[in-house]
């Protein structure tokens, strides 16, 4: 599908075809601190920082030829330039732990855990041409709520993966918790 808002992007869900165009895009060290977008699927008892690296890049790569990791990856030209993680709530096995995020509904929540725009092309409607891509796409699988957790700013480009308050309240999610500092919940009916 063709993306407003942004120029010349084309959306795609992942496919397990999609791999490479997903590798190139997270870099040989897997985007963020080698997170793989794998950091909120840490299991119970893990660190991250034995996981971050190969091991994220292993798991990450077998849940996308499995069928089990979804998201959509912005292209513009062939070139992956971004990144949008969503799927049910409770396949985040580090949203189940948090006590700052939990919530009572967890089986009907679908979340939108993660945007990774590549350097170049941030500021420039990517995210948001996903972020809208990725709540079409919710709607079509029959999601009634969808959830994310954004930061509020100001926030560093590494801690702003989840999106801001601002950002997330703008295309009408609306915040249910109020902490002065670390993730929010924000969330929009379908």
């Given at each position: 599908m063709k993306?407003?808002?942004?120029?010349?992007?084309?959306?795609?869900?992942?496919?397990?075809?999609?791999?490479?165009?997903?590798e190139k895009l997270?870099?040989?060290?897997?985007?963020?601190?080698?997170?793989w977008c794998m950091w909120w699927r840490i299991r119970d008892g893990e660190r991250?920082?034995?996981?971050?690296?190969?091991?994220a890049k292993r798991r990450q790569r077998a849940l996308v030829l499995a069928g089990k990791s979804r998201g959509l990856l912005a292209f513009s030209e062939g070139e992956p330039v971004g990144w949008c993680a969503y799927g049910p709530r409770i396949g985040f096995t580090a949203l189940a732990r948090s006590r700052t995020l939990a919530c009572d509904d967890a089986?009907?929540?679908?979340?939108?855990?993660c945007f990774f725009i590549k350097s170049?092309?941030?500021?420039?409607?990517?995210a948001r041409a996903l972020l809208r891509a990725?709540?079409?796409?919710?709607?079509?699988?029959?999601?009634?709520?969808?959830?994310?957790?954004?930061?509020?700013?100001?926030?560093?480009?590494?801690g702003a993966f989840t999106g801001t308050v601002p950002?997330?309240?703008s295309e009408g999610f609306r915040v249910l918790t109020n902490?002065?500092?670390?993730?929010q919940r924000v969330r929009r009916t379908l």
């Open positions: 993306a407003s808002g942004a120029p010349a992007l084309e959306i795609r869900e992942l496919t397990p075809e999609l791999w490479p165009a997903f997270f870099g040989p060290n897997g985007a963020c601190a080698g997170c991250f920082d034995d996981v971050r690296g190969g091991e089986e009907q929540v679908w979340s939108l855990p170049g092309w941030r500021g420039r409607g990517v990725a709540l079409a796409s919710l709607k079509a699988q029959g999601a009634r709520v969808a959830e994310a957790y954004p930061v509020r700013p100001p926030a560093s480009n590494a950002w997330l309240e902490r002065p500092r670390g993730r």
